[in-house]
């Protein structure tokens, strides 16, 4: 049974830079694609980000194109999303999901427990 945990959210200020993880353990992530989703306060999650099972295709959202990346280290176990230039708008709680399915990462197999990232404006 794969076990996703996610980290790196922490309170930061606009135009600084994070970097998220989503680590596996309990098993391989090699084979699913995997997505972050954003949660704001008293919203659904929404997907901003995703790699495919090879790391060869990545989606975004419209508001993250051009801004954030989404890379996998398959040696680490890991995916990553760096986001450059935060906004305000950029607060929420990730998540990182696993699904055999790429676009639109439905039906998740693993959820991680989420990361809180807070944007001071």
């Known amino acids: 049974h794969v076990q996703l945990v996610e980290s790196g959210g922490r309170y930061v200020q606009v135009g600084d830079s994070l970097r998220l993880s989503c680590t596996a353990s309990g098993g391989t992530l090699s084979t699913y694609a995997v997505g972050w989703f954003r949660q704001r306060p008293g919203q659904g999650r929404d997907l901003v980000a995703a790699?495919?099972?090879?790391?060869?295709?990545?989606y975004y959202g419209e508001s993250e194109e051009d801004r954030f990346i989404v890379t996998r280290d398959s040696s680490e176990n890991t995916v990553f999303l760096e986001m450059p230039d935060l906004k305000p708008e950029d607060t929420g709680v990730y998540y990182c999901?696993?699904?055999?399915?790429?676009?639109?990462?439905?039906?998740?197999?693993?959820w991680g427990q989420g990361t809180q990232v807070t944007i001071s404006a």
């Open positions: 999901a696993a699904s055999s399915q790429f676009i639109p990462i439905t039906p998740v197999a693993f």
């Open positions: 790699i495919d099972a090879l790391g060869k295709s990545t």
